[in-house]
């Protein structure tokens, strides 16, 4: 299987190494990832730049654009052959429920569904002392790419989540959490006038449901959600019987 295997934490991510590392020993796996971290740039794309190539070593390439950015330089400009799955990890930090919205790790994944080609985003919540384990995450995957890569479909990408481990009880097909984060800001004014604000996030509350993919992730298990990358309208006809003014 040919692999394009990109991150938002950068070409030096230890996620993406250990990815890599893995699946290089029975696949042909091209890595283009950011020169830097470029967490929580969502969907973003470079319109007006041009952007930094640069080849580290065979198949490993460095990019100074975000994750979209390398997913598109890849399959439209480096790759000699499509890829039959674009992996984006293992991310340092879940991207469960709504963090989904501002993944770069996730977007990177949405970009291939959106080229209908298969798209996965790994990522991997810290325990609860501090540690990081992307082996076990990796080995999943690793024993069961053709399984994941059949559950992709034209524009569903997935979204896997893990909490760091030696060994994981199991999987589940997860729904999206909801979460909500507290947002605060920072106000400051410098000495020559200029106001600045600083983000300063604030505490998580998620709301997950039995099936969720926060739910599963606390129990120990492999989270695999199947995510639309194309945008969905409500389901309902709200408006349909609105008078409006031209």
């Known amino acids: 299987m040919r692999i394009l295997i990109t991150n938002d934490d950068g070409i030096s991510g230890t996620g993406l190494i250990e990815l890599a590392k893995n699946l290089s020993t029975h696949h042909e796996v091209w890595v283009i990832a950011p020169d830097k971290n470029r967490s929580a740039i969502s969907h973003a794309i470079t319109m007006t730049d041009p952007l930094g190539i640069v080849k580290i070593k065979e198949k490993w390439f460095s990019c100074s654009g975000v994750p979209v950015d390398c997913v598109v330089s890849g399959l439209k400009a480096i790759l000699p052959i499509t890829p039959d799955v674009v992996i984006s990890g293992i991310n340092k930090g879940a991207n469960i429920g709504t963090d989904v919205l501002f993944s770069g790790t996730c977007s990177a994944a949405r970009q291939a569904a959106l080229y209908g080609i298969p798209g996965i985003a790994l990522s991997l919540e810290g325990n609860e002392k501090g540690r990081w384990n992307y082996k076990p995450l990796a080995e999943f995957v690793k024993k069961n790419i053709d399984a994941l890569v059949s559950l ?20 589940r097909i997860t729904s999206l959490s909801r979460r909500s984060y507290g947002d605060t800001v920072e106000k400051y004014t410098a000495p020559d006038g200029r106001f600045y604000a600083f983000f300063k996030g604030g505490r998580i509350a998620t709301d997950g449901k039995p099936d969720s993919d926060y739910i599963a992730v606390e129990d120990g298990l492999i989270s695999i959600s199947r995510v639309y990358a194309q945008p969905v309208i409500a389901d309902d006809k709200r408006g349909m019987d609105l008078v409006l003014d031209l």
């Open 152 to 171: 992709c479909d034209r524009d569903i990408f997935l979204n896997v989540n893990a909490k760091s481990a030696e060994a994981y009880q199991g999987w």
